[in-house]
Nanobody, 125 residues
């Protein structure tokens, strides 16, 4: 079983950067695809980005492509989300999640088995 803990959220001005981290406590981190989702106030939780278990494949929502970068360090049981050129519309609670789907990428919430508690990102204009 994986326990996921996000960190790195906070308040930043538009155009700024933040780096989120998600640390996993289980011993099988490298067997999971990892994803980041976000939920803005009053909205549904949306897919942001995913990375496969080896780190060799990634995908991004169109709204963040070119600005956000997902990466992972399997030796440290950690996945990262580097967010650059932040916009007020990026304001949301960001969740990391783990999916046991082989070497694929997960895009849907129901593909992900384990979830973190979320970290707030607020971008001021």
């Amino acid at each position: 079983q994986e326990q996921l803990v996000e960190s790195g959220g906070g308040l930043v001005q538009a155009g700024g950067s933040l780096r989120l981290s998600c640390a996993a406590s289980g011993r099988t981190f490298s067997s999971y695809a990892m994803g980041w989702f976000r939920q803005a106030p009053g909205k549904e939780r949306d897919f942001v980005t995913a990375i496969n278990r080896s780190g060799g494949s990634t995908n991004y929502a169109s709204s963040v492509k070119g600005r956000f970068t997902i990466s992972r360090d399997n030796a440290k049981n950690t996945v990262y989300l580097q967010m650059n050129s932040l916009k007020p519309e990026d304001t949301a609670v960001y969740y990391c999640a783990a999916a046991n789907i082989g070497y694929g990428l997960g895009y849907r919430e129901d593909e992900y088995r384990y979830w973190g508690q979320g970290t707030q990102v607020t971008v001021s204009s």
